[in-house]
């Protein structure tokens, strides 16, 4: 695996930065969304009056158990899908349609397999009809900020998993839109890979500061890459709590070693216990555990 | 050159294994005395078809085009046929369900009925190849349209690319490797289908040779004709197989190969 590098060192990042702080006014707005799911005369309620306001800049993660409509309520924000209650704003105007204004990763690295590395972040380009040769060089530059700039001629098939999803943020970012949807992205990643991605994603992000809407089940990684975590219930999927994670940036590694991130995950991992997603002890294994006098 | 070298290197066994068996043929004939009618060496084979080679050419032309127009034919219905009912709910409702009864009926017993609808000449012939090499193409071109990964759907709904757009630069290159997978299909069944139409009625053709020699008893030239078919076969699935190769070269089915190649 290639070591990433960013333009944005970590010095030129560091003093500029402190918590949600940063987070500039408004500009996505969930105002009161419900999402139900029809299917053969069952209806599923994927998310029940979910109210959220997403600043400009900032990272926000989603956390919450399998089912909960976190990847429901990105789809709804990118405008993949309508809210069957509510609406979704950007800018004050109601999404009706895909928003064009964004880049996707999803948990796939979703590469086109008839392409090259270079060519699948030239995709993007392609399908909005841009020009080429303005983007060549930028995509380029992508490509070598997120580590493969020796891959841009290779197929997917030939590259790692992890390399893989690397293309595709490269992909999500060629057309340099304000706004990044990334739908458990490292979630296919093994556990190391997963760690050096975040690290890398957290530096690509103090350098273009982009509004980023980050759907995870680790609270881990929630808490040490966002300036704030929503924090869901099981289905229907609600709003339980919206921390603030006031951690110092950069966190790298050393995020983990702080009282900060850990009242964070501690106060987490308290909800989950509270809304039913995790159980401190299961009956069943007390029960295991009473069979042996 | 180098790259025929290493298929010879590649292909070495089958072709002692071939070599060998051709060996004991002909020694067995020999030695066991076993009357010409019955099986003839396979060297009485050589020289008989070198003997008459321009009268086995121009049957084989005949039939060679029958099998090229009839597979060219059902290439170019079946492919946007299949685009269309991958498209479209109504015409998938009512057209699939046809097309599948169709494809259980034995479309070989149908050639008698394309003689006394369109006689004895050449669009029988084109008919029943292309009838054959039809439903493969039509199945696996369905398949192969529909089976599309719902994110790079939604990938491309992002960037608001049109219709146009998403069939030629996600749908189509995706359908590819299907579409061929029916094409070598078709193709090796529309050899098997220009012979048998010319079985039922014709005064050319390699079927119509065939049936010749066979009611001479001239076996080795049966089994001469056999083989003239069978390389004729063999020509228009490897023609398929090479525009595969330069058409998705990215393709698993192609990978394989390339990678043998590299590392013997």
Not at chain 1, 44 to 59: K, P, Y
Not at chain 1, 105 to 121: A, D, I, S, Y
Not at chain 2, 73 to 90: F, N, T
Request: proline share 6%; glycine share 6%.
């Amino acid at each position: 695996m290639a070591e990433l590098r960013l333009a944005a060192s970590r010095d030129d990042a560091a003093p500029e930065v402190s918590g949600a702080a940063s987070a500039g006014p408004v500009s996505i707005a969930v105002r009161n969304v419900s999402k139900v799911f029809a299917r053969d005369g069952q209806e599923t309620v994927a998310l029940d009056g979910v109210d959220l306001d997403i600043r400009e800049g900032e990272f926000l993660a989603v956390v919450g158990p399998s089912g909960c409509g976190k990847s429901t309520l990105m789809r709804l924000i990118g405008g993949l899908d309508m809210p069957t209650r509510g609406e979704v704003t950007i800018g004050g105007a109601a999404i009706t349609a895909p928003v064009t204004d964004l880049g996707i990763v999803f948990q796939k690295p979703v590469l086109l397999e008839w392409r090259t590395v270079l060519e699948n972040v030239m995709f993007q380009i392609d399908m909005r009809g841009e020009k080429r040769r303005d983007h060549l060089d930028s995509a380029r530059q992508l490509l070598a900020a997120v580590g493969l700039a020796d891959f841009e001629n290779r197929y997917p098939h030939e590259l790692s998993g992890g390399m893989q999803q690397r293309a595709s943020i490269a992909r999500a970012l060629i057309h340099e839109p304000p706004l990044l949807l990334m739908d458990e992205p490292f979630g296919a990643l093994d556990a190391l890979t997963r760690e050096q991605m975040r690290l890398d994603l957290e530096e690509l992000w103090l350098s273009t500061r982009k509004t980023v809407i980050f759907i995870t089940h680790s609270i881990d990684e929630a808490v040490l890459l966002a300036d704030r975590v929503v924090v869901m219930t099981p289905r229907p999927g609600r709003v339980d709590r919206i921390l603030d994670i006031p951690l110092e940036r950069p966190r790298g590694l050393e995020g983990r070693k702080t009282p900060e991130f850990l009242a964070a995950v501690d106060e987490i991992t308290e909800l989950f216990l509270a809304n039913g997603t995790l159980h401190a002890s299961r009956p069943v294994l007390n029960l295991l555990n009473k069979k042996e006098p | 050159m180098r790259k025929t070298m290493a298929w010879l290197k590649r292909s070495r066994h089958a072709f002692f294994a071939f070599a060998g068996l051709l060996i004991v043929w002909e020694a067995w004939v020999r030695i066991a005395d076993v009357p010409v009618y019955l099986l003839p060496p396979p060297s009485m084979v050589a020289v008989d078809l070198f003997e008459r080679w321009p009268r086995v050419l121009d049957h084989a032309l005949v039939t060679g085009n029958e099998i090229v127009a009839g597979f060219l034919l059902a290439v170019v219905v079946s492919i946007p046929l299949a685009m269309i009912i991958a498209y479209s709910r109504p015409v998938e409702r009512s057209l699939y369900p046809v097309i599948v009864f169709l494809q259980i009926v034995p479309k070989i017993a149908i050639a008698p009925l394309f003689i006394i609808w369109f006689g004895f000449g050449f669009t029988p012939k084109l008919l029943l190849v292309f009838l054959l090499s039809f439903f493969p193409i039509v199945v696996s071109g369905i398949a192969g349209f529909k089976s599309l990964d719902p994110d790079v759907m939604d990938l491309a709904r992002s960037t608001g690319a049109n219709g146009l757009k998403m069939f030629l630069r996600i749908r189509l290159p995706q359908a590819l490797p299907q579409i061929f997978t029916g094409l070598k299909v078709g193709a090796a069944l529309a050899a098997t289908a220009a012979v048998v139409a010319e079985f039922v009625a014709s005064d050319s053709g390699l079927g119509y040779l065939l049936l010749e020699y066979n009611s001479n008893l001239e076996t080795p030239m049966v089994f001469a004709v056999i083989i003239v078919l069978s390389v004729l076969g063999l020509l228009v699935y490897y023609a398929v197989e090479l525009i595969e190769r330069l058409a998705i070269p990215w393709h698993v089915s192609n990978r394989a190969t390339a990678e043998e190649a590299r590392t013997t």
